[in-house]
């Protein structure tokens, strides 16, 4: 069991850490050069107006009480306005609309490595010094010695341009339009913005409808065909999520390796082995347990790299998340949407890395104390 | 431990020395750890021979005739090409040239990187950790903070605050990696520190600085040598991706990162795949030399730190 006290103890060592990252985010805007007011109404614009525009902004106040505005608002997920991308609407609006697209890329790539990681893992460990064991380390040390922005071009060049077997850039193909709502009997429902998840959910309503009003069962026989927008996202998320997966793959095969030698050797593992159970058994009920404890709490750490590793993958991919958000802003220095960006991005980083804590914490209760 | 200490006024030779460290031997015995080795120290000669010798001088017009942009690699047919192994890019210079010059400012830009963090890290992991208290806590809170942001997030956050640039990038990733040192400088210290030379030094009447430099710096060698070896692979690679994002080197430097952004925008589609494989494969060759040397000597240090050190 996880208790109360643990997490509420753990709630409280965020306070600091989340006080000075909005210190560090609030910094940006301050200590960049330029002025605010200039950079959003261009450089020829009338000396008269950016004095008005700097008053209107609060920056002729104290920078404490631009602080304390800042954190205020920060609190309330009031990033205030785009100075340049999407030139006066709300940062959060703009944030609320890419964050899906970031997030399921990075789930999508987590859920690879840890499918495709662990399991090597484990087998380079039990087979260790084997030829196995051997191609699965060195195969792991150039996974984590290859660059995405490498590998990504790579994957492309030769499933896309080459062999022409995937798209090359983009979420889906052009003749599709991407909805952002449903409509279930008359109702309208907001979708998720994850646009695997949405041309699923799409694609079901239309081929349900199909066997329920219209073609019958003979609507299987076009079942490609209702689910044309979910395949093109699929492939369109194919390579991206592959790049991105197979660095942070070999980073936690290493991990699992490394944890899985270790326990191994512990005593009851060669209890449960002189009890004669079967080696399957102990390696995955006894070994396996213990030996992923540890790696969770890399997960998280790893998690960081992933989502660097996102903004890595977009650039190359041509997909709109706030990686690539981000990297627009801050080359149109559009410091409020900087700002947004990186808070969002620090935030989902210690959120998971408080999951990972929780986690552990039930998995071993010993780390409560 | 097997740390060298440089502080006794040990007569014996430093051959004999190294042989007696079984930090050196074990290293020495890996295979792996010495391929990486040969694969950093033959980056390290190609760069300098590329510093030295290597004319990266603008392309006149007559020479253009003969440098068509985006030839593919002579040894690929075409016989007219032989001159260029590695193909042209868009702008039809020399890639090869270009990615052994690439080599050069990888490793000074690391070094820079590597070096300036470690320093950095060294002297507050160590105050953090023989002050204690509030020092302690005001150094390493302060290093929660950088450590909270994913680490190529904080150095875009910081770019954005200096301004992009070869050399703003160098401080920004040096900020990115400090707290990394300085948290591995503070275990180790804190170790030290319950020794009891430490009290015996300190018995005698040392002051501070000198206890911190000559007593508790050399004995946390090790571990730091193993992080700077771990971490040069990752400030190369960040190097090279803020350039790839448009916020390192200026375009028309020879620099790694930036060689694979050109590749991406002018190869991708039209399967030029020699603008980007060639700046790519020596970044990652030369990242795996020092994962495979870091290896190494993480597992000759102590092989129970192989979760510790990232």
């Known amino acids: ?369 | 431990m097997a740390t060298e200490t440089s502080t006794t006024t040990d007569s014996r030779g430093i051959v004999e020395r190294l042989r007696a460290s079984p930090f050196l031997s074990e290293l020495l015995s890996n295979r792996l750890a010495i391929i990486g080795l040969s694969l950093i120290l033959g980056m390290v000669l190609l760069g300098v021979y590329a510093r030295l010798f290597i004319d990266l001088g603008a392309i006149s017009q007559s020479q253009l005739a003969a440098h068509p942009n985006k030839a593919p690699p002579g040894w690929l047919g075409s016989a007219a090409l032989d001159q260029f192994l590695f193909g042209t890019d868009a702008a039809a210079r020399d890639i090869f040239k270009r990615v052994l010059y690439g080599a050069w400012l990888a490793l000074k830009f690391g070094v820079l990187v590597v070096g300036a963090s470690t320093v950095l890290g060294i002297s507050l992991g160590i105050i953090a950790a023989y002050y204690g208290d509030v020092v302690d806590n005001v150094v390493m809170r302060t290093m929660d903070v950088f450590l909270a942001f994913p680490s190529l997030l904080l150095a875009l956050a910081l770019v954005a605050i200096f301004g992009a640039g070869l050399s703003k990038v160098v401080i920004a990733l040096t900020l990115v990696y400090t707290p990394r040192f300085a948290r591995v400088v503070r275990g180790a210290a804190l170790k030290v520190l319950e020794d009891e030379y430490i009290d015996a030094t300190v018995a005698l009447g040392a002051r501070d600085p000198r206890v911190l430099v000559r007593h508790v710096l050399p004995n946390c060698l090790a571990p730091i040598t193993v992080q700077s070896t771990l971490n040069f692979g990752l400030a190369i690679i960040d190097l090279a991706a803020l350039s790839f994002l448009g916020f390192g080197a200026q375009a028309g430097t020879p620099s790694w990162g930036l060689m694979l952004k050109n590749g991406v925008s002018n190869g991708l589609l039209t399967g030029d795949w020699w603008l980007s494989f060639f700046p790519g494969l020596f970044l990652a060759i030369t990242v795996l030399g020092f994962n495979l040397l870091g290896d190494g000597m993480r597992d000759a240090l102590d092989p129970r730190m192989r979760e510790t050190v990232e």
Do not use: C
């Not at chain 1, 902004?57 to 309330?76: C, H, K, S």
């Not at chain 1, 840890?114 to 060195?138: C, E, Y």
């Open chain 1, 1 to 369: 069991m996880v208790s109360k006290r643990f997490i509420a103890k753990r709630l409280l060592l965020l306070v600091p850490v989340l006080f000075g990252v909005a210190t560090v985010v609030f910094a940006i805007l301050h200590l960049a050069p330029g002025d605010p007011a200039r950079v959003i109404l261009g450089q020829r614009a009338p000396t008269q107006q950016v004095v008005q525009l700097r008053r209107e902004l609060g920056l002729n106040d104290p920078i404490w009480v631009q602080y304390g505005r800042f954190l205020a608002d920060t609190a309330q997920l009031d990033f205030g306005q785009s100075y340049q991308i999407a030139k006066g609407s709300p940062v959060w609006n703009v944030l609320a609309d890419r964050l899906p697209v970031t997030i399921e890329l990075a789930i999508y790539g987590q859920i690879t490595a840890i499918l495709l990681g662990i399991p090597l893992g484990v087998l380079s460990a039990v087979k260790q010094d084997s030829l196995t064991d051997h191609v699965t380390r060195i195969g792991a040390l150039t996974g984590i010695s290859v660059p995405i922005f490498w590998s990504g071009p790579l994957v492309l060049l030769v499933f896309a341009t080459f062999l022409g077997w995937l798209p090359t850039s983009g979420r889906i193909g052009s003749t599709f339009f991407l909805e952002d709502h449903w409509v279930l009997f008359g109702t309208q429902l907001p979708l998720t913005g994850m646009v695997s998840i949405d041309t699923f959910i799409l694609d079901t309503g239309a081929f349900v409808q199909s066997i329920l009003y219209g073609e019958g069962l003979g609507a299987f026989a076009s079942l490609t065909e209702y689910y044309a927008s979910f395949i093109s996202a699929v492939q369109h998320l194919f390579l991206p999520v592959l790049t991105l997966g197979i660095y942070s793959m070999a980073l936690l095969s290493r991990m699992m390796r490394s944890s899985m030698l270790e326990v191994i050797r512990q005593d009851y593992i060669r209890t449960a082995r002189a009890k004669g159970q079967g080696e399957r058994i102990t390696i995955l009920k006894h070994g396996l347990r213990n030996a992923l404890i540890p790696v969770i709490t890399v997960i998280g750490i790893q998690f960081g790299t992933l989502l660097g590793g996102a903004v890595l993958t977009e650039t190359v991919f041509g997909i709109g998340g706030i990686g690539q958000l981000l990297v627009a802003a801050i080359g149109a220095t559009d410091y409020p949407l900087v700002q947004g960006t990186v808070l969002v991005f620090a935030l989902l980083f210690t959120l998971v890395n408080l999951g990972v804590d929780v986690t552990y914490s039930y998995l071993d209760p010993r780390i409560q104390q």
